[in-house]
Antibody, heavy 118, light 111 residues
Framework: EVQLVESGGGLVQPGGSLRLSCAAS????????MNWVRQAPGKGLEWVAY????????HYAQSVRGRFTISRDNAKNSLFLEMNSLRAEDTAVYYC???????????WGQGTLVSVSS | QSVLTQPPSVSGAPGQRVTISCTGS?????????VHWYQQVPGTAPKLLIY???RRPSGVPDRFSGSKSGTSASLAITGLQAEDEADYYC???????????FGGGTKLTVL
């Protein structure tokens, strides 16, 4: 069974940093592209970042470029999102999602909440 | 403003058919990129409903179908059931963004 479990969310002050993790199991993690998607309270889905299976190709949404860093550790079946210079507008539930190909996300984690507030 | 435009809400009675539109541009849907659809019950993670324009993942009822034409796509739900009440999102790749683009979401109410 495919499972994605996010962790690392919490309350952080504006300008602060946070590192999210996503533990993958039930599939060959090193063969799949992965993404982070977020959802602000009461709002829609927003794609955040993409990384290919080997970690050599990375893309970011304009809203987080230069502040967030996506990475992965295939030996540990883990995906990460390093978030710096956090702003109030980064407050959201962050989901990791497996890319099934052609940019469709076939499995999602349960999400982890990041709250940016003083 | 979302790159892909969806109606904020649609509604229908049990048993009826509803459609949800997704309008894009020549940098996403019109560029030939696939359209995917997700269903999200509030408080839960999104679930893949339709991928690659028309394909259904295993376990998704055939009451759900997708189509694409030009710069737009549609999700159709027939035989509406109470359990279909949820938010629905379209999704595609966008050349200008060099990444994914979601529609703003459509809330389906089953009357």
């Amino acid at each position: 069974e495919v499972q994605l479990v996010e962790s690392g969310g919490g309350l952080v002050q504006p300008g602060g940093s946070l590192r999210l993790s996503c533990a993958a199991s039930g599939f060959s993690f090193d063969k799949y592209e992965m993404n982070w998607v977020r959802q602000a309270p009461g709002k829609g889905l927003e794609w955040v970042a993409y990384i290919n299976s080997g970690g050599s190709a990375i893309h970011y949404a304009q809203s987080v470029r230069g502040r967030f860093t996506i990475s992965r550790d295939n030996a540990k079946n883990s995906l990460f999102l390093e978030m710096n210079s956090l702003r109030a507008e980064d407050t959201a539930v962050y989901y990791c999602a497996r890319d099934g190909g052609n940019w469709y996300f076939d499995f999602w984690g349960q999400g982890t909440l990041v709250s940016v507030s003083s | 403003q979302s790159v892909l435009t969806q109606p904020p809400s649609v509604s229908g009675a049990p048993g009826q058919r509803v459609t949800i539109s997704c309008t894009g541009s020549n940098s996403n849907i019109g560029a030939g990129h696939y359209v995917h659809w997700y269903q999200q019950v509030p408080g839960t993670a999104p679930k893949l409903l339709i991928y690659s324009n028309t394909r259904r993942p295993s376990g998704v009822p055939d009451r759900f179908s997708g189509s694409k034409s030009g710069t737009s796509a549609s999700l159709a739900i027939t035989g509406l059931q109470a359990e279909d009440e949820a938010d629905y999102y379209c999704h595609s790749y966008d050349n200008e963004l060099s990444g994914g683009a979601f529609g703003g979401g459509t809330k389906l109410t089953v009357l």
